[in-house]
């Protein structure tokens, strides 16, 4: 699934072919695809010009002149991607949005249709009430604000997949960041040592941008918004990896269940402690 990174790669792909472009005709094979506004998607973004793209959480967002934003949601498997007009449409391509004076067309695909598209109007400020139950910005937290967030008696994966809390990790970031913080996934994130928290804010963040730098991991569908794979599955050093060697000490990685997720981790570097309760 496309997580911060991979979001990152492409909502910063589609600035550059988006920006300032005017909307033309909308080709919509699914109509299930879109959410949101009740009335016709082509009648009411055709003529608007895009002002912004941006992310937020896992989320694209490309915001429209008149009030107006396209969010995508990229679900398990979805592409966005900036092509010439005329190129082969692929199977499960559910949306086609044509860009007139570039002659091309933002192609939105989803072969497993757990992402989809939502239309709103109506200004920012009615827009982010809509949007208000997404958690925080992983790369924006200070110290104190990921400590806060810790307070609660959760297993730390469980609370760190938890979008409400924090907006953009799943699976593959979050085991790669507690990997390198040396935490096991199970551990109570409000028992862990202020010197612990400290060392996994500071994990998320090299992740993340070390996966960002490497246009984000392509394990299935991922592509950017050229249609290229990402490159930091070759620095994943726990997802995926199981009974390959632990990249510091050699031992096998496992893989365990945490929340129901299938999750990586090196037995030895990442031991369960029990600790008297953080003050
Ligand atoms: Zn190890």
């Known amino acids: 699934m496309p997580e911060l990174p991979e979001v990152e790669t492409v909502a910063r792909g589609l600035k550059a072919q988006l920006c300032g472009r005017t909307l033309g005709n909308v080709h919509l094979m699914r109509s299930d695809t879109v959410h949101g506004e009740p009335g016709p998607l082509c009648a009411m973004i055709r003529g608007r010009t895009v002002r912004r793209v941006h992310r937020r959480g896992k989320r694209v967002v490309i915001e429209l002149t008149g009030g107006c934003e396209l969010i995508i949601h990229l679900g398990m498997s979805g592409q966005l991607t900036v092509v010439p007009a005329g190129a082969p449409v692929g199977t499960h391509t559910h949306l086609r949005i044509v860009i007139p004076a570039a002659d091309r067309e933002l192609r939105y695909r989803d072969p497993r249709r757990f992402g989809g598209v939502w239309l709103l109007a109506g200004g920012p400020t009615h827009i982010g009430r809509r949007l208000s139950s997404l958690g925080r910005e ?7 604000e990921f400590r806060s967030l810790l307070r609660r ?3 730390i994966k469980a609370l760190l997949l938890d979008q409400s809390v924090i907006s953009g990790l799943g699976n593959i970031y979050c085991d790669e960041a507690l990997y390198r913080a040396r935490i096991h996934p199970l551990a109570s994130a409000d028992r862990l040592r202020i010197d612990r928290v400290r060392g996994l804010l500071q994990a998320i963040r090299r992740v993340l941008r070390s996966a960002i730098r490497a246009r984000g991991s392509s394990v299935r569908d991922y592509r950017d918004a050229g249609g290229a794979e990402g490159g930091y599955q070759r620095q994943h050093q726990v997802y995926g990896r199981e009974g390959r060697p632990c990249p ?4 096998g990685i496992v893989r365990i269940l945490v929340a129901g997720r299938s999750t990586h981790i090196c037995p030895r570097c990442q031991q369960r402690r029990t600790r008297p309760a953080a003050t």
């Open 138 to 144: 992983p790369l924006e937290l200070t110290l104190p």
């Open 153 to 155: 008696r959760r297993q």
């Open 248 to 251: 510091r000490c050699r031992t």
